[in-house]
Each structure stands twice: as C-alpha cells, then as structure tokens.
Nanobody, 121 residues
Framework: QVQLVESGGGLVQAGGSLRLSCAASGRTFSSYAMGWFRQAPGKEREFVAAISWHSGSTFYADSVKGRFTISRDNAKNTVYLQMNSLKPEDTAVYYC??????????????WGQGTQVTVSS
C-alpha cells in the first residue's frame, strides 16, 4: 500500500508559477513510477506528466509541455510538479498517482486526495 498526500496548490495569477509536492509513504517509493493528473470542473480527469522510478524517463501532455516539469527525490519520498507560465485553463484539482509501471493512462494503482490550483486571468 502507498499513501500519497499532495500539497502546494493555491490561487495564482496567469503567468505565475506554483510547485506542487506529493509526499509518499508506505511501500518503497523509489520502485514506483509517479504521475500527475488533473480534473477541471465538468471535465474528465486527464494526464499531465509522469516520471519513471529512476527519473530517467519523463512524459508530458502536449498542453503543458515546456511549461511544467516533473521531478522526484527518492530520498525524500516526494515527487514535484513545477508549473510555470500558468494559464486560466490550468485551473483544476491536481492529483498525484503511483504505480509500478510507467504509463500515461488513468490506471494507476494509488491516488492522492488532490490539491486545488486556481489560475486567475
């Protein structure tokens, strides 16, 4: 079992930055691929970014490529999402997820409770 807790969300103006964190506990964090997803009101949850257990591979949704960066610190059992040049359409609840396999779909085994990000225009 892996427990995930996101933090770092908030209200920011368009063009601003936020860094989300996801702290993991439970089974060996370093053996899991990690992903970030988001869900805006009235929309389906969507993939944002993912990183392999050794940080050697990263994937991004086209909508965030060049603006968001996913990283992890296995010594701290934490994965990060640095979000720059934020746009109002980035407004959503952001979730982190963990799975033994790196993937971009929604079928991750473990999910956090989410953190709200609101970008004002």
């Amino acid at each position: 079992q892996v427990q995930l807790v996101e933090s770092g969300g908030g209200l920011v103006q368009a063009g601003g930055s936020l860094r989300l964190s996801c702290a993991a506990s439970g089974r060996t964090f370093s053996s899991y691929a990690m992903g970030w997803f988001r869900q805006a009101p009235g929309k389906e949850r969507e993939f944002v970014a993912a990183i392999s257990w050794h940080s050697g591979s990263t994937f991004y949704a086209d909508s965030v490529k060049g603006r968001f960066t996913i990283s992890r610190d296995n010594a701290k059992n934490t994965v990060y999402l640095q979000m720059n040049s934020l746009k109002p359409e980035d407004t959503a609840v952001y979730y982190c997820a963990a799975d033994p396999r790196l993937r971009v779909g929604l079928d991750y085994n473990y999910w956090g409770q989410g953190t709200q990000v609101t970008v004002s225009s």
